[in-house]
Every structure is written in structure tokens, then in C-alpha cells.
């Protein structure tokens, strides 16, 4: 497929995207329980699923068959802008969480804090809204994204208005990573073309960061943009406040971005690794990152609530998460034998405990080789062992692996690719409604990962040994 080809491909996609969105977005008022089959059924049913997936494998393919022949960064930002113009008109799209957006922030205006009380605590005029399983849930948010969301809605006193705001400030994320990704990649000796297209023309961004909207955009973003100025200013005590500063937003957006800082501490070394050198370089980063998290949440009046609000994730159910669909199909075989286990809590501890032991490993494994791409697998690690993955979710590990792996690799484009197809326009999660075969299925993924893992480490050479006969 040509350049050209491949842009108005895309496009096509993007505006039956926004077609269907349209027709059967996630509208304020729709069905907060929808389901497939509800959809055909409905009013314009089989437009809105037929326009949802042609749009979707439009763009999908047009994305794809470029990843390796990008002409250059500028035609890579002019498609991936193009792409994204449908969906800044069209209502949300696979997604209700801006409804949740608001209201958190309308109970933040009213000095409720967000991290006490779910946002049925504030007759919220929009509260109707919001997905049932979220109105009494904490926010899981960071304390910089309650601030801004109280300041949207305090500033339009609209959901409409609000909307578009959120929108806006979900762009201004993209921009930003539009800025800061081809000198992370450059400084990573990644082709900054390929980068930029692999991680802003993807179809999760159009999709999910600004159809949705998603403040994963506003994350992603300051994490970038951190990362890019660590990267190319090691051993400068003021850029790296400055990058530290970066990251502490990200952190303060969603809290998850936290596992990139120790990472970034090692990218600010120079030289060789030892606690003397981490300390003198590194400790500029972490010691801004953390200034400014405390910083942020005591300037807005927060406490540190958003640790106990991580937990509420993990109410929703769906086997796009590994470790749920373990216990979805431990649950399944058993019934098979007349017997009830409810095997999830067990899965979902262990693999917490398995991912704390991952990130350690990935750090110590990272202080003399490639510590930013440690960094991108390690937010990889930490979608993959969440209780619940959405789709959107893996758009972080991908922009940073985009600026940071070798060409070879592609694992984490085919992520994307399946994670396109997996959310409905209204917000239906199809894996809701295919627990028989997904999570059977990704169980199995899991257990042939594991096994080629284990049989890679074991194939690794071993240094000889020195026949030391007798002189």
C-alpha cells in the first residue's frame, strides 16, 4: 500500500469511526447496560457495528502496513492529525469514563474530596451518567487530574462543555508526546518517523485517547516528555529537576506511572552503575518527581486517597486481563466438576506479588543496558498483571516501546491490533460477553508465554570454563 494510499485509508476508517459514534456512541443518556446483542437490535443496529468495524480495520490495516516504511516524522504527524480530526467532533466513543470525569470534578468543586466519597455522595446533575459500578467508588485518579477536572467543570458548568474540555486537554497530551517522542527516540538511536507513527497514528489513540476521552493522553504525555529531557541531559542536575518535575505530573495524573521513575533514574546516570552515581544523578529525578506529587496533593487540598482508590479497578471482570482469566478458567473447570472457586482473589494476589518481583528484577537487569526500555517493559509487565486491562491501557508501554525497542520487535503493535476490535462504540466490552472462549484462550496464551520464557533463559550460554589441568 503507498503512503498516500494508506492516509486516506486511514482517514476513511476514522471518519466511520465517528459515524458510528454518532449513531450509537456512549451518549449521556444511553443504555448503561447494553450488550452485543442489544445493539443489533436496536436503532440502527447493524449500521452502527458495520461502520464500527469497517472503521476499525481501515484503520487498523492503514496503520499496520506502514510500521516499517514511514517516509518522515512531518508526513507522520500531518496522517496521525488527520486521523484524529473525526473524532474531535464526534460524541464519546467506547467509553463512559469522561462522565466520571465530571462528576469527580464537580465533587471536588464542592470540596468534596473524590478519594472519600464515590460521586454519588454529590447530587451531581450528570450522576445518571455515570456506570453504576463507578458511583461509589473512590477515584483512582491522581490528584492533578482532580484539580484539573474541577477546574473544567467548575469553568463551564456544562456536560457538554465539559466534554469538550476534557477533549481538548486530551489532545494537548497527544501534542505534547507529539513534541517529545522524536528526541526520546533519537536519543534511544530509534528512527524518530517510525516512532512517531507506531505510537501516535495507532488506532487506540484516535479510538480511545480522543474518542473516548481518556486522561491517560495528559499521562502519557508528561511521561514522554520527562523521559526526552532525562535522556538528553544526563548528569545535569538542572534539566534532570526539570525532567523529574515531568514526571511527577504523570505520576500525579495516574498513579501508575510511578513505575518509570526508578528507570529514569538510571537513564540519568553517567557512567557506569554504582548507589554513588544513582544517588548524584538520579537523585535529582526522584527527588523532583516526588516534590512534586506531595506538592500537588497538598496544594490541592488532597491526601494521598488515590492508594486505596487503585484498588476499585478491579470490580469489573474481563479476561483482556491475564490474571483474571486464569481464575476465570480455574472457576470454569471446576464447575465442569459440580464445584464453585472462586479462584480471582488468589490470581490476582499472585500476580501483584509476581509483579513487584518483575519490576526489581527489570531494574536491577537495567542499570548497565537500556534503561528506558526497561521502562517501556515495565508498564508492559504492570498492564499485563493488572486485575482489569482496558484496551487504551496498553497505549503506554507502546509509546514508550516505540521510541526505545530494536526494529525486530513487534509484539506490542499486535497488542494493539487485537485491543481495537474490543470495545464497542457505546462502551460495550465484548470481553464481558465472550468469557467462553477468552478466557480459555488467554489462559493458554499465558501458559505457551511462560514455557517459551523459561526455555530462552535455560538456552542462554553459559560462560566456558577453563581447563586448568596440571601444569
Request: glycine share 12%; net charge positive; proline share 8%.
Amino acid at each position: 500500500m503507498s503512503h498516500h494510499l494508506s492516509r486516506w485509508t486511514g482517514l476513511a476508517g476514522s471518519v466511520l469511526l465517528a459515524v458510528a459514534a454518532f449513531l450509537g456512541g456512549a451518549f449521556p443518556h444511553g443504555n448503561l447496560r447494553p450488550t452485543p446483542v442489544g445493539i443489533w437490535q436496536g436503532p440502527h443496529g447493524p449500521v452502527i457495528l458495520g461502520c464500527w468495524l469497517v472503521g476499525a480495520a481501515l484503520l487498523v490495516w492503514a496503520w499496520w502496513s506502514l510500521r516499517d516504511r514511514v517516509p518522515s516524522v512531518r508526513w507522520a504527524l500531518v496522517t496521525a492529525g488527520l486521523w484524529l480530526l473525526p473524532m474531535l467532533v464526534a460524541p464519546p466513543l467506547g467509553s463512559r469514563d469522561v462522565y466520571a470525569y465530571a462528576c469527580q470534578g464537580a465533587s471536588y468543586a464542592a470540596g468534596i474530596s473524590p478519594y472519600e466519597q464515590g460521586v454519588s455522595a454529590l447530587p451531581c446533575p450528570w450522576l445518571d451518567t455515570v456506570s453504576y459500578i463507578w458511583r461509589d467508588s473512590p477515584a483512582p485518579y491522581g490528584p492533578l487530574f482532580l484539580v484539573l477536572a474541577g477546574a473544567v467543570v467548575k469553568a463551564t458548568g456544562s456536560l457538554t462543555a465539559s466534554i469538550v474540555l476534557f477533549r481538548l486537554l486530551s489532545l494537548a497530551g497527544v501534542g505534547l508526546t507529539a513534541y517529545a517522542l522524536p528526541v526520546l527516540a533519537r536519543r534511544c538511536g530509534v528512527p524518530a518517523e517510525r516512532a512517531v507513527w507506531l505510537a501516535l497514528a495507532c488506532p487506540l489513540v484516535a479510538m480511545h485517547l480522543i474518542g473516548g476521552p481518556h486522561n491517560d493522553a495528559l499521562m502519557v504525555g508528561a511521561l514522554v516528555a520527562g523521559l526526552a529531557v532525562v535522556a538528553s541531559h544526563p548528569g545535569r542536575p538542572g534539566p534532570l529537576l526539570a525532567g523529574g518535575v515531568l514526571l511527577g505530573l504523570s505520576v500525579a495524573i495516574k498513579p501508575t506511572a510511578l513505575v518509570v521513575v526508578p528507570f529514569a533514574a538510571l537513564a540519568a546516570m553517567v557512567g557506569r552503575y554504582s548507589i554513588r552515581t544513582l544517588v548524584r544523578d538520579g537523585g535529582w529525578v526522584v527527588g523532583a518527581a516526588a516534590a512534586t506529587v506531595v506538592g500537588v496533593t497538598f496544594g490541592g487540598g488532597l491526601d494521598f486517597g488515590w492508594v486505596g482508590g487503585l484498588s476499585q479497578g478491579g470490580v469489573a471482570i474481563a479476561w483482556t486481563s491475564p490474571p483474571t482469566a486464569v481464575g476465570q478458567t480455574i472457576g470454569q473447570v471446576a464447575a465442569l466438576f459440580g464445584a464453585h472457586v472462586d479462584a480471582l482473589p488468589v490470581t490476582r494476589g499472585i500476580a501483584v506479588v509476581l509483579l513487584a518481583v518483575l519490576l526489581v528484577w527489570l531494574w536491577w537487569r537495567a542499570r548497565n543496558r537500556d534503561p528506558l526500555y526497561h521502562a517501556g517493559l515495565a508498564l508492559a509487565l504492570t498492564v499485563a498483571l493488572s486485575p482489569v486491562v482496558h484496551p487504551w491501557y496498553w497505549i503506554w508501554p507502546l509509546t514508550i516501546l516505540a521510541a526505545t525497542a530494536a526494529l525486530r520487535e513487534k509484539w506490542y503493535l499486535v497488542v494493539a491490533v487485537v485491543g481495537s476490535f474490543l470495545i464497542l462504540p457505546d462502551g460495550t466490552g465484548l470481553p464481558r460477553w465472550t468469557k467462553m472462549p477468552g478466557a480459555p484462550l488467554m489462559t493458554l496464551l499465558v501458559i505457551v508465554v511462560v514455557v517459551r520464557l523459561v526455555r530462552s533463559a535455560r538456552a542462554v550460554p553459559r560462560p566456558a570454563t577453563v581447563n586448568r589441568g596440571a601444569d
